[in-house]
């Protein structure tokens, strides 16, 4: 655990029910021009109504970018970035998932054009914020309205890179259930994992701390209890306010902590095969877990005490991290999750090109608590195929 540690976040959040109706404040003093990052379906889906409206009645000039792809390039995104450049607007929204966020927070350092995309890259350092943020997910969720992460694809290195930057937080955020209410299933479960991922990851880190356990631990608490009734009825609307909160607190966590083996290895996964990240998190959640268990049981001890609704007193510290364990790979089953590569027609001899680009993600596998050498890598690789 550090000795030393810090907690950076966004400035205002807003949460609850109706919380879309925060927007009013947020814009009504000095926004001359908006423009709103999201996907074709969250157009479709008429998720952006409620918040044009707010803005029509406003009066402030917005404009929107749709075309913005899942699991982005780098080059991807500084096209992006590049017609947000062109608009000349002096406020961002966006609303979406991981990749929509994740641009968005990109535009608002990138709209001088003193660095790219690529720049960031080699050089994180270089992200000075230029434009006023506001993130409001549609999942719950990568976290990514509370991390100074944005992530982007590398191809020439078949990997997934994370540009990290206090710059990259959010200024304002928005909670609102009635944007995940109807989720499809199969993106709540594979996105809820993410989360459920950056809370697990983040409370066993090398880096955690006193501040960041604060919130992993709320966090597994939110998402362990609520993730199944969330992703599988429409109409449970607190367990998905649940699932929004534990989301964003995973997130918060990440920026004190960090997150371990299950993102360094699953980052390769969309890199080359260009599988959901939270799909490719499930299918190494458990495996790295039962790797990690020797030298992380007392902490998955202590999550139990704390998630467990009707705790038995009587269990020892091996059953007690035993149930966790076996808690995370029932939700990933239930939830129907593929749990091995084979679902992606992965074929055994990209095991070694897998392995070579899983060690070289050493900004998160530095803080697994247990070594985690080429070797080790390749076991556990092997045992998703």
């Known amino acids: 655990m550090l000795n030393q540690y810090n907690l950076k976040m966004p400035k205002n959040v807003f949460a609850g029910p109706e919380a879309m109706q925060n927007l009013k404040t947020i814009i009504k003093d ?8 999201t ?9 952006l109504n409620e918040l044009i409206s707010i803005i029509e009645n406003n ?17 991807q995104a500084q096209e992006v970035v590049d017609k947000f450049k062109a608009l000349n607007s002096d406020f961002i929204i966006g609303v979406g998932g991981g990749s929509v966020m994740d641009i968005a927070k990109l535009a608002s350092v990138l709209s001088t054009g003193d660095y790219t995309v690529k720049d960031l890259l080699d050089n994180p350092l270089l992200a000075k914020k230029q434009v006023t943020s506001l993130m409001i997910p549609t999942t719950a969720g990568t976290g990514s309205e509370a991390t100074p992460n944005s992530i982007v694809g590398v191809p020439e290195k078949n990997l997934k890179v994370g540009i990290v930057n206090g710059e990259l937080i959010a200024d304002h955020v928005i909670l609102d259930s009635s944007m995940i209410k109807n989720l499809p299933k199969s993106i709540a479960a594979a996105t809820g994992i993410d989360a459920l991922a950056h809370a697990i990851e983040c409370f066993t ?4 701390n006193p501040i960041s356990d604060t919130f992993a631990l709320e966090a597994l608490d939110l998402i362990l209890n609520n993730i199944i009734e969330a992703c599988s009825n429409p ?4 367990a998905k306010r649940n699932m929004l ?5 995973g997130g918060v966590a990440i920026t004190c902590s960090g997150t371990t083996a299950v993102h360094a290895l699953s980052y390769p996964l969309g890199g080359k095969y260009h599988i959901a990240h939270g799909v ?5 959640l458990t495996p790295v877990m039962k790797f990690n268990e020797p030298v992380i049981k007392d902490l998955l001890a202590k999550a139990y005490d704390r998630v467990a609704k009707e705790p038995n007193k009587e269990l020892t510290v091996d059953e007690k991290s035993k149930y966790i364990i076996d808690l995370l790979e029932n939700i990933v089953t239930t939830l129907e999750i593929p749990t091995s590569l084979k679902a992606f027609n992965v074929p055994e001899e990209d095991l070694e090109g897998l392995v070579e680009a899983g060690m070289q993600v050493q900004r998160l596998l530095v803080n697994n608590m247990r070594e985690v050498t080429p070797e080790d890598a390749r076991k556990i690789y092997l045992e998703i195929m």
Request: negative net charge; charged residues 25%.
């Open 235 to 238: 109409d449970a609307l607190e």
């Open 30 to 37: 000095g926004v001359a021009k908006i423009t709103i990052f």
């Open 39 to 47: 996907g074709k379906d969250i157009l479709k889906l008429g998720l």
């Open 59 to 75: 009066h402030i000039e917005y404009e929107i970018l749709s075309d913005i792809p899942s699991e982005p390039s780098y080059t």
């Open 280 to 284: 490719s998190n499930a299918i190494l």
């Open 245 to 249: 909160l534990g989301s964003f607190y």
């Open 205 to 208: 880190s090398k880096k955690a």
